[in-house]
């Protein structure tokens, strides 16, 4: 598992809460969608579209496979990462860009780290 990209993902989001969206992979023109709370890069992803561009791949080609490589996590791990949560985190997709939110995904990664990708 590549824990340092997991890590530098992290940080990340933590920076700009307003850069999330669980239910956006990447989107490079979040206004456009409508979306008021929206950091001034305009750029928004969830874990695996923040993996994709900080872990080197083009924005255009991030997609969760990818993030998976990126990580060097299986199927199952990247499932469980990108797509469902333990109980008490069902509040990662309010995509809401608030300071909240961010917090909770931080809570999720370093869970995962923990458990070496079993939660």
């Known amino acids: 598992m590549n824990v340092e990209l997991l890590e530098k993902v992290k940080q990340h989001i ?3 809460p307003k850069r999330l969206r669980m ?3 990447l989107h490079t023109n979040a206004k456009e969608r409508g979306w008021d709370n929206t950091p001034v890069c305009n750029t928004v ?4 579209g923040w993996t994709c561009v900080l872990g080197g791949s083009p924005a255009v080609r991030a997609h ?15 499932e469980r990462l990108f797509f469902s ?3 008490g985190f069902e509040h990662i997709f309010d995509d809401d860009g ?3 939110t961010a917090k909770l995904v ?3 990664i370093d ?3 923990k458990t070496n990708g079993e939660e």
């Open 14 to 16: 933590l920076e700009e």
């Open 106 to 108: 931080a809570k999720r």
């Open 45 to 48: 992803g969830c874990i695996a």
């Open 85 to 87: 949560y333990p109980d």
């Open 98 to 100: 608030s300071e909240e």
């Open 111 to 113: 869970l995962f780290i």
């Open 64 to 78: 969760s496979s990818i993030a998976r490589d990126l990580l060097d996590v299986t199927h199952e791990q990247g």
């Open 23 to 25: 239910g956006t992979i």
